[in-house]
């Protein structure tokens, strides 16, 4: 044993502790993954040390042969891995040892529920790595050292897998780390040959460097113990670089794993070999469920680059927009030199290339799913939607296919469920439908219940149903859908086009003769609040309503810039009433001037409630209203 020097025992952040808990008792019946993880982060501290020593070719110490060890002692009941790449200082050690660097931790931590069976499908969304030695072990000693680094500043990391750990320096003469698992009672199965190559056969033959196994000889009795000789039990080659129709969907998923530092298997994934003027192979996933922090600005996001199979950096952000930063996976360049950084891949005109290329790879997958696995293709809405609802005004290029992979709640009930494309809706549109009809709002309760669909359902016509915060916004980017364009059902003058009949149209003109000396007087009545007053299209049922004019800011789009601090210049409604209303018509008749402003006015408030406004000025609204009453009680 090496003098250990410079002994302390520091306290877990409270987030890591909340993780071990967690994860001790949420994936004991899965309790393999611990060797998947492991190896995982030793295969991705061999791709650093590779990628550094291109610059630094003394960091590999004269030792180049870059492998993985997993050895075990049955006796001690201890499974050990070792792997020569990158290693850790005793700060590295510390700090990614003992705290979460994730953003967004603390926050993620609090929507535990306790229920360990809900909670055990939150553990997969957050990534389990490291940690997951303790699920089968009850002490983890990690030994380790920088590559570069004296002999003299190994770091000796030692933990219960409870409140705390130790750290120590201690003296380590080659470069990377050593993780020995103490295996806990019960848990000897691990340290068997056969059933660490049968797990590292089943989650880690795509990693790409060679995991060695002792080879199993015999002992000759009366003779020495002959020397360990090793054998390497996994492919060794990367996955991406072989061609697809060799590659099992389980070794997809496998490798999506290790690149997605994910629980769950994927929900589709696009492997493809680009030849000709640029050179590069890319492997892409849709990930199952969206990650925790998917929201969180600085949240990595981007693909594993690698040039001629050399890994370069993880989240290279440059090859995939914003509003498909979700998407996971590698892609391998042979036209990029190997000391790109990522100042040079945000200006180079290989990534742009690259990144359109790339971009539609991923909506013809999304297209795909959609097309042959409709529930598949639901899930994926429920957890990226509102993503994919960025993308319009981010992509202009593909505009059109994105609007073909959005999903709505509509009229033709779904009870708010986003489960209508656009082309479903035009392929069941009414004949002589030439427009796509929505209307935004805040709440489903609200759009389906709004006065404004009146004449749509009574002509049977379906309207697009918007509730997300950021929908109105979406749509002043899309303007149309394959040739047909959108329109805002409260907004403007509605015109129904030809699903109007011409004695319709001819009967609306005549009424709205008739009545311009009630919209004269409603104007003299309502004065400023209103831009304008007409007779109505669109009403069958209420009174009166208020439509936005046709370049006004809607509801949302007000409310998230007056959110964010800015001016929002004032856009008055359009009074809209419908004249076969009784009201209506009760109102046509008053005498008495009073009594016509006082009713109006409860019209105009009444329309702004049922909007899911609020109202300007509540206790005129009441006291109108209870004068009202009180003369209709006597
Ligand atoms: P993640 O791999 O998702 O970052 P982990 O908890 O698995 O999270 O690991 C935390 C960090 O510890 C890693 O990011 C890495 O910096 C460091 N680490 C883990 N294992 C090794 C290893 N074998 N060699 C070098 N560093 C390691």
């Known amino acids: 044993m090496s003098v250990e020097t410079q002994k302390e025992t520091l306290g877990f952040q409270t987030e890591v502790k909340q993780l071990l808990h967690l994860m001790i008792?949420?994936?004991?019946?899965?309790?393999e993954i611990f060797l998947r993880e492991l190896i995982s982060n030793a295969s991705d501290a061999v791709d650093k040390l590779r990628f550094e020593a291109l610059s630094r070719p003394e960091l590999l110490e004269g030792g180049a042969e870059l492998k993985i060890r997993v050895s075990f002692d049955k006796d001690a009941k201890t499974v050990t891995l070792e792997d020569n790449g990158i290693g850790m200082s005793r700060e590295d050690a510390i700090t990614h040892l003992g705290t979460i660097a994730k953003s967004g931790t603390a926050d993620f931590m609090k929507h535990l529920s306790g229920d360990q069976k809900k909670d055990s499908h939150l553990i997969g969304q957050f990534g389990v790595g490291f940690y997951s030695a303790f699920i089968v072990a009850d002490k983890v000693d990690?030994?380790?050292?920088?590559?570069?680094?004296?002999?003299?500043?190994?770091?000796?990391?030692?933990?219960?897998?409870?409140?705390?750990?130790?750290?120590?320096?201690?003296?380590?003469?080659?470069?990377?780390?050593?993780?020995?698992?103490?295996?806990?009672?019960?848990?000897?199965e691990f340290a068997d040959g056969w059933r660490l190559r049968n797990i590292i056969k089943k989650y880690s033959d795509h990693i790409a460097l060679p995991i060695e196994l002792p080879k199993e000889v015999a002992a000759v009795e009366g003779e020495e113990q002959p020397a360990v000789e090793w054998e390497t039990v996994n492919r060794a080659s990367a996955l991406w670089t072989r061609p697809r129709t060799e590659i099992k969907d389980e070794e997809y998923q496998e490798f999506y794993k290790h690149?997605?530092?994910?629980?769950?298997?994927?929900?589709?994934?696009?492997?493809?070999?680009?030849?000709?003027?640029?050179?590069?192979?890319?492997?892409?996933?849709?990930?199952?469920?969206?990650?925790?922090?998917?929201?969180?600005?600085?949240?990595?996001?981007?693909?594993?680059?690698?040039?001629?199979?050399?890994?370069?950096?993880?989240?290279?952000?440059?090859?995939?927009?914003?509003?498909?930063?979700?998407?996971?996976g590698v892609v391998d360049s042979n036209d990029l030199s190997l000391n790109v950084s990522r100042e040079i891949l945000q200006k180079d005109p290989i990534i742009d290339s690259m990144k359109s290329a790339l971009t539609k790879r991923v909506l013809d997958m999304l297209e795909k799913l959609a097309k042959n696995e409709p529930e598949q293709y639901k899930s994926f809405w429920k957890n990226f939607g509102q993503v994919m609802k960025e993308g319009p005004a981010e992509d202009f290029a593909n505009k059109e296919k994105i609007a073909g992979l959005l999903r709505f709640a509509s009229t033709s009930g779904n009870e708010g469920e986003q489960v209508v494309g656009l082309a479903e809706y035009l392929a069941r549109a009414k004949e002589g439908q030439d427009k796509i009809y929505y209307l935004t709002g805040e709440t489903y309760a609200q759009v389906k219940n709004s006065p404004h669909l009146e004449v749509f359902?009574?002509?049977?016509?379906?309207?697009?149903?918007?509730?997300?915060?950021?929908?109105?916004?979406?749509?002043?980017?899309?303007?149309?859908?394959?040739?047909?364009?959108?329109?805002?059902?409260?907004?403007?003058?509605?015109?129904?086009?030809?699903?109007?009949?011409?004695?319709?149209?001819?009967?609306?003109?005549?009424?709205?003769?008739?009545?311009?000396?009630?919209?004269?007087?409603?104007?003299?009545?309502?004065?400023?609040?209103?831009?304008?007053?007409?007779?109505?299209?669109?009403?069958?049922?209420?009174?009166?309503?208020?439509?936005?004019?046709?370049q006004d800011l809607g509801m949302q789009m007000r409310q998230i810039l007056e959110a964010s601090g800015q001016k929002v210049p004032e856009s008055k409604p359009i009074f809209e009433f419908n004249p076969a209303h009784p009201l209506i018509e009760k109102l046509d008749n008053e005498q008495s001037d009073e009594r016509f402003g006082d009713l109006s006015h409860i019209l105009f408030d009444q329309a702004a409630l049922a909007a899911g406004d609020s109202l300007k000025d509540p206790a005129a609204y009441v006291r109108r209203l209870n004068k009202l009453l009180v003369e209709l009680s006597v």
């Open 25 to 31: 008792h949420s994936l004991y019946s899965n309790k």
């Open 142 to 188: 990690v030994f380790s050292r920088r590559a570069g680094a004296a002999a003299s500043e190994g770091v000796h990391w030692s933990s219960k897998g409870e409140g705390d750990f130790e750290v120590a320096t201690v003296e380590k003469a080659e470069r990377g780390t050593r993780i020995v698992l103490h295996l806990k009672s019960g848990e000897d």
């Open 259 to 328: 690149v997605g530092h994910d629980f769950e298997n994927p929900l589709s994934w696009s492997h493809n070999k680009v030849e000709g003027k640029l050179e590069y192979s890319s492997l892409l996933y849709v990930p199952a469920r969206a990650p925790f922090d998917l929201y969180q600005r600085e949240a990595p996001k981007g693909l594993k680059l690698y040039v001629q199979r050399v890994f370069v950096m993880d989240q290279a952000e440059s090859f995939l927009p914003l509003y498909l930063r979700f998407i996971k």
């Open 457 to 550: 359902r009574k002509k049977g016509i379906e309207v697009l149903l918007l509730t997300d915060r950021i929908d109105e916004w979406l749509m002043s980017y899309l303007s149309d859908f394959d040739g047909k364009s959108f329109v805002d059902v409260a907004r403007g003058d509605l015109d129904l086009g030809n699903l109007d009949s011409e004695e319709d149209k001819k009967a609306a003109e005549e009424v709205a003769k008739s009545k311009e000396g009630l919209v004269e007087r409603l104007k003299t009545a309502l004065g400023d609040s209103v831009a304008e007053v007409r007779v109505s299209h669109r009403l069958t049922d209420s009174p009166a309503i208020l439509a936005i004019g046709e």
